[in-house]
């Protein structure tokens, strides 16, 4: 802004054509600032058109990101970790105690999880690894498929009790659910989601297909999203080829756009190796009425239990929450953008038409009616915001075939260009009419002795 609004009329105004220059500013229409205004017009444009669309395209994102929901109703669903004092209590050997803290955890899990199941108000309980929906994520290789230019897949991964997908009414689409007995599995099985058949294997049939961990070496982490000190991340395995042997229905929705449910893949649990979470389903609809009850089953079982509950609603919530505030912010950001770089259009264009006060008042003195001033007036401006739109098209275009397809995605090349573009030709065109009919009213003794 400051170098099209300063530095170009100043350096045109001190150089070598310094006397001719100040006589065309004086003149109010010599030929070479408007050269420079019809070059500043169409830089402006064609900035908008070209920059504007890659902006809202990365936004895009994590606005229709804020539409995923899950898809079955959260409200009688709550989730329970468990967690023993590692310190010991007075009179007890510390290293003893320190050396049992797993195994107690372990044996109060299962002890709560029974005691749990037969409680009234249950109807299910199971056992994950991570929170469905807040799946650590992964970058995946399909045997016998070269990666995308994209990328490899990144994929989100949990590890379930056998129950799981009945917990969340997930339907089995082809193939088999998990079993108990495919923990210690040569075949490693693994179940997929309805996205991941979709987006992953594409045309290849699901059932039989082989995928394997990788690590990421561009973005430097041991695994797609996740440091190397992640348990769950350092935790997987490279080497070892997972066979797919299910296809279950998707978690969550999204109406906006569907191919923001991220692909899942999905392991046989083995809750000895690890403290996975307790994931409840209460009969009823109010989940967060049995966290008293639980908590206090648990004492009664180890009085040094810590007991983690959260109600799905607030996991949700906290979730949305944070992601209507980013979108909120990014919206801002783009309606003020377009503002700015729709005044700046309005702003030059109405500018160089009242520069040609004088040359309207002329042609109308020699006999121009109005329809021919206006066409006049219009077709320049339209010539200027046209060239300004093809540049600002092609350099976009440029960007996203250089980028693959990412700088623009689908939205962009058949959204958002469009929109950016006759914005900018309405604001342009639109700045030009109050210029036009204030030129019209001029009086041609009056254009003569403007200055």
Request: aromatic share 6%.
């Amino acid at each position: 802004a400051a170098v099209i609004a300063g530095v170009v009329p100043a350096l045109q105004s001190i150089g070598r054509r310094m006397q001719v220059s100040l006589k065309e500013f004086g003149s109010r229409s010599g030929p070479g600032l408007g050269r420079t205004w019809t070059t500043m017009i169409v830089a402006q444009v064609a900035l908008a058109v070209a920059a504007l669309p890659m902006a809202i395209a990365g936004f895009w994102g994590d606005i229709t990101g804020a539409s995923t929901s899950t898809s079955f109703e959260t409200r009688p669903y709550l989730a329970a970790m468990i967690a023993t004092d590692s310190e010991p209590p007075m009179g007890v050997d510390a290293d003893a105690y320190r050396r049992d803290v797993a195994a107690r955890a372990a044996r109060l899990q299962t002890e709560l999880v029974a005691r749990i199941k037969s409680e009234p108000q249950v109807d299910i309980i199971t056992l994950a690894r991570g929170m469905p929906g807040d799946e650590p994520l992964a970058l995946i290789e399909v045997d016998g498929v070269a990666a995308p230019l994209a990328g490899p897949p990144r994929v989100a991964f949990n590890h379930v009790a056998s129950d799981f997908f009945q917990a969340f009414d997930a339907t089995l689409i082809a193939g088999r659910l998990l079993t108990d007995a495919d923990v210690n599995s040569a075949a490693r099985p693994v179940v997929v989601s309805q996205s991941f058949a979709r987006r992953v294997l594409g045309d290849r049939a699901a059932i039989g297909a082989r995928v394997r961990y990788i690590r990421s070496r561009e973005e430097g982490l041991a695994f797609g999203d996740g440091p190397a000190g992640d348990p769950e991340i350092a935790g997987l395995d490279t080497e070892q080829w997972h066979e797919v042997v299910g296809v279950v229905g998707d978690l969550f929705t999204n109406p906006i756009d569907p191919e923001r449910i991220r692909p899942a893949m999905f392991h046989a649990l083995d809750a000895s190796a690890a403290r996975p979470a307790m994931l409840i389903r209460v009969r009823g609809s109010d989940a967060a009425a049995f966290a008293p009850r639980l908590r206090e089953i648990a004492m009664s079982l180890d009085p040094a239990a810590r007991v983690g509950v959260r109600t799905f609603v607030q996991m949700q919530r906290q979730q949305q929450l944070a992601l209507r505030l980013l979108v909120l912010a990014l919206s801002l950001i783009t309606a003020a953008v377009l503002l700015l770089s729709a005044a700046g259009i309005y702003a030059l264009m109405s500018f160089t038409v009242s520069r040609r006060r004088k040359e309207i008042g002329i042609r109308a003195a020699m006999g121009a009616d109005a329809s021919q001033l206006l066409r006049g007036i219009f077709s320049r401006s339209a010539a200027q915001l046209g060239a300004g739109v093809a540049a600002g098209v092609a350099i976009a275009l440029l960007a996203d075939a250089s980028s693959g397809g990412e700088a623009l995605g689908s939205a962009g090349r058949w959204v958002f260009v469009p929109m950016i573009a006759a914005l900018m030709i309405v604001a342009g065109l639109t700045a030009s009419i109050g210029p036009a009919r204030r030129g019209l009213r001029v009086q041609p003794t009056e254009a003569l002795r403007a200055e």
